[in-house]
């Protein structure tokens, strides 16, 4: 992939996603993504394994129906610990952990999107959540310090990298030794369809920048991790299906769970 594409690539996930950060409740956030209306976006994320704790917990609009799967169910966060979330949005999942590591823990969400951001940290103030920030940033050049992250956490982000090898290698220098990475992402089971795969709105939509799943095993390891699992969720497919009505891409992407140590 060129440089010029690379750069469309983000311009067209920064936008859709700034699009959809400025959206009031009850508008619909369009490609293929479930409505911003609170009740359509807890019901999403059931879908994905959330439990109905979870989703009372967190505070009102920062749960907007995007992910994948739920990386709390795999990281298994203890108290005290740091934890990076990639690509955080309107910071569901950051307030998930932080209930999980406790005051004495903290929580890092980085986002490329300045209005996500902006959502993000009124979320925080407005729950009270002392222990989380939220950094502008793109997850290829993390603003993040050297080993001093104990989990990274994502959902259904990494696919909208165009450069997701330099994703990795930025996981790995932020993370401390024998620190883990807990994804949930899209991962691509079969060469995706040409006219799919150069769909820059099939790409905002976390479809057409799937990779392999030996290209992300591959990618992992060379960027120096090890215990690499990627444990794809079959039953992801009829959820993919909903994204894109009568574009087959259920058939060529799903769901997958994303594990390794550093």
Request: proline share 5%; aromatic share 4%; glycine share 12%.
């Amino acid at each position: 992939m060129s440089e010029t594409h690379k750069d469309q690539v983000r311009a067209a996930v920064r936008g859709r996603y700034g699009e959809i950060a400025t959206l009031q409740a009850g508008s619909c956030c369009g490609g293929g993504s479930p409505c911003c209306d609170p009740s359509e976006a807890s019901l999403a994320s059931a879908r994905l394994g959330y439990t109905a704790e979870e989703l009372a917990a967190i505070p009102q609009g920062a749960n907007l129906g995007l992910g994948c799967g739920n990386p709390q169910a795999i990281a298994a966060l203890k108290t005290g610990e740091a934890v990076l979330d990639l690509g955080s949005g309107a910071g569901f999942d950051c307030f998930l952990a932080a209930r999980q590591v406790g005051a004495n823990g903290r929580v890092i969400g980085v986002d490329m999107t300045p209005d996500m951001i902006s959502r993000a940290r009124a979320n925080a103030e407005s729950g009270g959540h002392a222990n989380v920030e939220f950094r502008l940033g793109e997850i290829e050049h993390l603003p993040v310090a050297d080993q001093s992250i104990d989990v990274i956490i994502s959902n259904c982000v990494i696919n909208l990298s165009p450069d997701k090898g330099q994703v990795f290698r930025e996981a790995f220098r932020v993370l401390r030794p024998g620190g883990r990475l807990a994804i949930s992402d899209v991962v691509a089971l079969a060469p995706l369809p040409e006219a799919l795969r150069l769909d820059l709105e099939a790409y905002a939509g976390c479809v057409s920048g799937a990779a392999l799943v030996p290209e992300v095993e591959a990618m992992l390891k060379e960027a120096g991790f090890r215990q690499v699992r990627v444990t794809v969720k079959d039953e992801s497919r009829a959820i993919i299906k909903d994204w894109f009505p009568g574009s087959g891409a259920e058939e060529a992407v799903a769901s997958a769970t994303i594990e390794a140590i550093r």
